[in-house]
């Protein structure tokens, strides 16, 4: 009796491990692809606004190009204007996809110190 209540034990301890690694799996898998869907989220306003802000400085150069007078300085002030937002752009790109990556990075390391306590 005492052998099969052993054996009972045992393999439900076996089951609550793999259960534990399993949320643990799961934790993470969450976890990233959060952090995936933002960056994703980035990227599309990222390139849309870098599209918007190319388009400007675009036209400006063309009013630059085509026009005369003041029609050519309203041009050029366009131009800089779009030409400085895909600057800005670009740079904020950057540090988001720097925090994403750096706030990623933290939680895998939340969850594998989690994982290491509970073992």
Same mark, same amino acid.
């Given at each position: 009796m005492t052998e099969e209540l052993e054996k009972k034990l045992n393999e439900l301890l076996?089951?609550?491990?793999?259960? !534990?690694?399993?949320?643990?799996?799961? !934790?993470?898998?969450?976890?990233?692809?959060?952090? !995936? !869907?933002?960056k994703r989220k980035t990227r599309v306003y990222f390139y849309v606004w870098l599209a918007i802000s190319v388009g400007i400085?675009?036209?400006?150069?063309?009013?630059?190009?085509?026009?005369s007078g003041k029609p050519q300085i309203i041009g050029l002030f366009y131009a800089i204007i779009g030409f400085g937002s895909t600057i800005l752009m670009k740079m904020w790109f950057h540090t988001?996809?720097?925090?994403?990556?750096?706030?990623?990075?933290?939680?895998?390391f939340e969850l594998r110190i989690t994982d290491m306590l509970k073992h």
């Open positions: 076996g089951m609550k491990k793999q259960l !534990e690694d399993l949320t643990a799996n799961r !934790e993470k898998s969450e976890a990233s692809s959060i952090f !995936e !869907e933002k400085m675009l036209a400006g150069a063309g009013i630059v190009l085509i026009s988001i996809a720097t925090k994403l990556a750096i706030l990623q990075e933290m939680k895998q």
